[in-house]
Nanobody, 126 residues
């Protein structure tokens, strides 16, 4: 059974940092894309960042460029999202996803990924 388990969410003040982790079991990242999505209150789930292993391309939404960083440790089968300089508008449920297409990950919604986590809440207070 494939599982993606997220951790690291919580409550943080504006300007603070959090690092989200997503540990995979029953699946290895290999040549697929990995991604992080966010669902803000009252909004649709949206792509925040992704990494395409096929072409090495990395995507960040404009709202998080320069503040967030996606990474992974294949040896641990874990992916991360480092979030710095957090703002109240970063509040939402964050989902990790894996098994996306190897090239051009930015063109896929979460349905384009084979697996996704259960979500972790991030709340940024003003």
């Amino acid at each position: 059974e494939v599982q993606l388990v997220e951790s690291g969410g919580g409550l943080v003040q504006t300007g603070g940092s959090l690092r989200l982790s997503c540990a995979a079991s029953g699946f290895t990242f290999d040549d697929y894309a990995i991604g992080w999505f966010r669902q803000a209150p009252g909004k649709e789930r949206a792509l925040i960042s992704c990494f395409s292993r096929g072409d090495g391309g990395t995507y960040y939404a404009d709202s998080v460029k320069g503040r967030f960083a996606i990474s992974s440790e294949n040896a641990k089968n874990t992916m991360y999202l480092q979030m710095n300089s957090l703002k109240p508008e970063d509040t939402g449920i964050y989902y990790c996803a894996a098994g996306g297409r190897a090239y051009g990950c930015a063109g896929s919604g979460i349905s384009g990924y084979r697996y996704r986590g259960q979500g972790t809440q991030v709340t940024v207070s003003s």
